[in-house]
């Protein structure tokens, strides 16, 4: 038996959790919807069941022992934490859990520019010019303060994973070339890219059959 990852078959709020398992070891299938997006009432129904949300349940973990995680922040967390890539020390976790917060914050403002989904051109224009850049800027900035080649030291920790999922699934996958004038974050990503866990889901048939999302979802 392995967990369960219950999500669209897209990147989207769940690709940081996969990555997480990976790098962790911590075996995991996807689990789909039947009939895909959008999720029918019946679909609905059962993540409510298993969940026990009444607003949002996916992306929702479900692990061999029968326990349940919802919420992406919190269940990347909990991946983290069942694979040793969480801090220990105080001062750490309050510095993984800002870098995670800001990795939201890119991803929410990825989110608004979506023009398939609405936006407008303009809102598309803005991201790639302004918002990314700002964003990407701050993150580049966080890890030249690190004593080490990840953010949070010389290892691989969630901060790294949440950011990284941000920087390329929400930024340079859908602006090509993002990262050219962030050396330090192009290097990074390349770090990350090479852990073994991850290297090997990158790799897999489970990563190439996903949704991701391109050029295409700024209008260009
Ligand atoms: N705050 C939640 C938001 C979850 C969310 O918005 N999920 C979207 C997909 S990205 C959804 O379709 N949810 C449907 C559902 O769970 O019923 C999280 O981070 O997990």
Same mark, same amino acid.
């Given at each position: ?12 709020? =769940? ?22 997006? *959008? ?19 996916? *992306? ?40 995670? /917060?800001? /990795? ?11 023009? /398939? ?6 809102? =598309?224009?803005?991201?790639?010019? !302004? ?34 999922? /941000? ?8 602006? *090509? ?13 390349? !770090? ?15 990563? =190439? ?12």
């Amino acid at each position: 038996m392995t967990a369960k990852l219950h999500y669209y078959q897209a990147t989207g709020r =769940a690709h940081a959790i996969r990555l997480a398992l990976a790098a962790g070891n911590i075996p995991f299938e996807d689990v789909y919807p039947v009939g895909g997006f *959008p999720p029918s009432e019946d679909v609905r129904a059962q993540w409510r069941k298993l969940g026990g949300n009444t607003t949002n349940n996916v *992306p929702m973990l479900e692990m061999t022992d029968g326990r349940v995680f919802t919420q992406s922040q919190a269940v990347l967390r909990a991946v983290g934490r069942m694979s040793g890539l969480m801090p220990s020390e105080e001062g750490l976790l309050y510095l993984t859990d800002k870098l995670i /917060a800001d /990795a939201e914050d890119l991803r929410l403002e990825s989110y608004k520019s979506f023009v /398939a989904w609405g936006a407008s051109q303009e809102t =598309a224009d803005a991201f790639i010019e !302004k918002v990314l850049p700002l964003h990407i800027g701050n993150l580049e900035r966080q890890l030249k303060n690190s004593s080490g080649d990840y953010f949070v030291g010389q290892s691989l920790t969630i901060a790294d994973i949440a950011c990284y999922d /941000a920087a390329v699934n929400f930024g340079s996958s859908r602006v *090509p070339g993002a990262l050219d004038q962030f050396p330090g974050l192009k290097s990074w990503v390349a !770090k990350v890219e090479s852990n073994e866990g991850i290297k090997k889901y990158l790799a897999s048939d489970s990563f =190439a059959h996903l949704m991701k999302f391109g050029p295409e979802t700024l209008g260009k």
